[in-house]
């Protein structure tokens, strides 16, 4: 696959959960129905980032990725087909066209596409540079893109082996426990470092999510925002601080809703090295926390949604 | 006195120059009154920091300066007096008491004041720390403060003079041509390097401002109001660059309503020691621009407000 | 007095200690004797930041404060000596005149000067503009300033009262416990927002240091900071996050003698009230953590130097 | 091609040349001969990212790319074959296997290899993270990666034909005249939006070079560069800004060889779009100057390297 297209995200909180993407991640509302709202980032060039939709709790519903192309598309669509993990065709929603709906093992909706509608600004958004879809959003922080998604999987092997058998993604790093077990891997499709993320869901739940992550242009975005989370009462979970792993700066935040949203910035950092290595981090590194030496917090192991009865 | 209070802003496009204070610059509305609009930046802890007055063209109506106390404004009062500028007792507006209203030898209008009213934010406005007196907005900058003004004066030193001798500003830096003119020179009341600056208006006239100033938290919110002046057609007139003089990293545009705005951020330089010697800048210096080389941009030499003629 | 002038620290390890100052934090070496290293952060005007000295333990041997004027030094020397805390005249060390040496109640060394001699660069450290005393180094963070000393102390409260007795320092913000007793407070001679910090030594020890710190000039230089520790093997002891007293953005380590540094970032924020209130933090409001809600690691309530036995 | 590998660039002051990539940008320095010094930034996995080499005059004497595997290096070579353009096979240097030698039709040296030495760190610049081949330079700016290579040709069409044609390179932006001649063109080869970028020589020389540069961290990173090169006299060309092309906020300096550098920062924009399309600048657009209003210098058309007589 090319690249991560949008995610739907369900929140018993609509109003408020899209207060939080709006005014504090800078999102821009471009159309709602009477149980969804539509969101963008500024820098995507598709028409949508994130759907929110109206549920009686919260949780992720599906995840969209882009294919090259249709030849690309109907490629992995049999290959899905081959592996035992056949889908079924729908129509593509929020401007993205003919859609594979199917799901990875753990049971997380996945949906394949390639024709897409190329975001055309309605004046007052327009940008002042013409290579960039959107005028940056003046309120919140103005988040560049939806950079990944974070499932919890009761078994994560399968799901990323799922991810890279059928999908084409590419590992980078994992954790793996004494025991042998894969507790966690990161997987991309680009030469960002990661797009996909499994962690091992300790209460052998299926389906659920651990966060969604949208990149921030700079790490005083990260700050700010911190800032923003205070003084609007948002809850913060964790951060700003420094992975180890991956070595990206974050901010970890539960929206309105409930679900965890992480505001991450890479800095420069890219993986080129079409041979990379995967790294394996053990739990005796996992230990020492995260890369200044912070202490990774409880919650970070239990909180997913929907959350468990 | 203490530090600089507030400024009374002239404009022929009142709304459209609110909506720049407002959704660029991150200023939080107060009052408003049939013709002026009364705004704060959030870490003020008195009431206003500038008052948008609607008028048939742009410019600086007054600068207000509070003094530390009840007895060191009555002192600058008989100082006032015994140089020979002496002024009048008005009603403090926007949350000051009693203000004592006079004027540079040059005719910008300069009002003294001790009595404050603390500002108190309104539950939507509330910080979530005690010791910041508002929220940080979250649309626009979200600049901190006021941070000087610098005004145009037909002949520099005998304004600076009145500053320094009856109003106790100290002078840090200054330009002097060849000829041994004064052109401009920079004045403090604080350990900030400047709060006041006069430079030479080479048009003769008087009682003009070249700009007001407002400080941001860092560099990046510079940047940062670059990019959303350019995607919302405000007149960047040059910048982001440093100053030679006093380092400051800069970026000047025009509001909607014509006067230059500055927005500047130091770092965290301060001026601490109690003897420090005013430094002198010769025209072969300036002629090397600015720090980083950039060279002064003609209008920085001509556009002021309220316009000529 | 007008502001901090330099500290004498002590360190088992002299020669790591001073590649810790100059390597990681970027301070400029100005000369050396047998037993004690000269250093200097790049925007002092003065020649000394800090005297690094071998000793057979950790700890602060001595802070030095400058006066205004001779007369404010000798009026201050009047005051010492009518409250019963009189000292002596020595002669000043690294640059600095005629200085008075006294003590703090618990016992830290005082020594105030007037006289200094102000810092003219080699020429391979003179700075590209004229308002600057030195070139920013091109090692480490190049930290702009020593930015404030926090003592420990048995009992907070007449240490405190001692410097805004006869010292001139003003309170701006402390904590109090639910006992009453003041455990903390943050003072300040300048518009900085605190130069000296007292906190209760727990141990009920005498003479202790908690931290001095050095201020640097973004953010961002404290985050790149945390890199150079953890790839130079410096204990990071906590941060980078940012306190809710005072706002200031941190990060601890301990340099390898021992002694805890932190690197500290204000913003812009400045103390500019003449009548700032003292603002009082309760052990309630403390358990929240810091701003963003880190949790104050244990160390630091129990580690000062010199260490107990 | 997989990615950029190294550049080899020729300088008259191979000292001062070399301190400037270490004491300035922060490179390392991995081995010398007589007249060549071997540099990498901290983030290359391979051993190598610039080589300097002592020359009667400055310039860029050749480029490497890396295949993404042997398959593709042979692809490569047998393209370039039919497309009329043959190189020869030579022993990769520093760190690089066998290397296909060949030229872009302005005669620019382009080398293509695939097998590549992983760099390990000797023991004093073992990193703290495993994921990272070094530890951050403590010394300069420590720029993460070379970042892209500016090429000047006479005529810059056949040029970016050929990368595009033999070598797989995706055009992202153009500069296109009035006249309908294409003067400036930006290509990629990964993710980011531009590797390689080719610009009129307006002096009709072949085989020049405008820049190449190194990829910063953070824009913070830049704006200290600037301050670095200001005490340092190293001439800075024009910058900070941001370019309206490609958005990279820049910094152009000279090197004391002569050689212009660029640092740049894309902030976190990628150009993920499999299908992105060509964008388009006019020359009336052009004539706008940069992102923020800078207008472009006229040395940036006139100077390349080497000089011309």
Redesign the interface.
């Known amino acids: 696959m ?2 991560l297209g949008q995610v739907e995200l369900l929140t018993p909180e609509l109003d408020a959960t899209v207060w939080f993407f709006t ?2 991640l800078g999102l821009t509302e471009t159309a709602r129905t009477a149980s969804s709202v539509f969101l963008r980032t500024f ?1 995507n ?1 598709e028409r949508t980032s994130v759907i929110v939709t109206r549920h009686h709790t919260s949780g992720l519903r599906r995840t969209t990725l ?1 294919a ?2 249709d030849e690309a598309l109907h490629r992995r669509v049999a290959a899905l087909e081959a592996a035992g993990r056949p889908g079924r065709w729908i129509d593509g929603v929020a401007g993205t066209g003919p859609t594979y709906l199917t799901a990875d093992p753990d049971g997380h909706e996945i949906a394949l596409y390639h024709q897409t509608e190329w975001y055309s600004a309605p004046a007052h958004l ?7 879809p959107q ?2 959003p ?3 922080i ?1 988040v ?2 939806l950079d990944h998604v974070n499932y919890l999987a009761a078994d994560v092997l399968p799901n990323v082996e799922f991810f890279e058998d059928t999908l084409g993604a590419r590992p980078t ?1 994992q954790i793996q426990l004494d025991s042998g077990k894969v507790s966690a891997r990161w997987l991309t499709f ?3 470092s990661y797009d996909i993320v499994y962690t091992e869901d300790r209460s052998g739940a299926n389906g659920r999510l651990h966060h969604i992550a949208f ?7 990260i ?2 925002a ?8 948002v809850h ?7 992975h ?4 990206t ?1 974050f ?1 970890y935040v539960y929206e309105p809703g409930g679900n965890r949203i992480e505001l991450c ?6 993986i ?5 290595p995967l ?1 394996t ?1 053990t739990e005796a ?1 996992r230990a020492k926390g995260q ?4 202490k990774t917090i409880d919650t970070f192991h239990t909180h997913g949604t929907p959350p468990l009865d």
């Open positions: 090319a690249h005014e504090i820098d060039y882009r090259a192309s327009r940008p002042g540079l013409k290579n960039q005028a940056k003046r309120q919140g103005g560049r893109r790093e680009t030469h960002k990149a921030t242009d700079t790490r005083e975005d700050l700010r911190a800032d923003l989370c205070l003084d609007n009462d913060i979970e964790t951060g700003p601080h420094k180890a792993i991956q070595q700066f901010l910035n890479p800095l420069t950092r890219l080129l090295a079409p041979d990379w790294i981090w590194e890369a200044w030496g912070l």
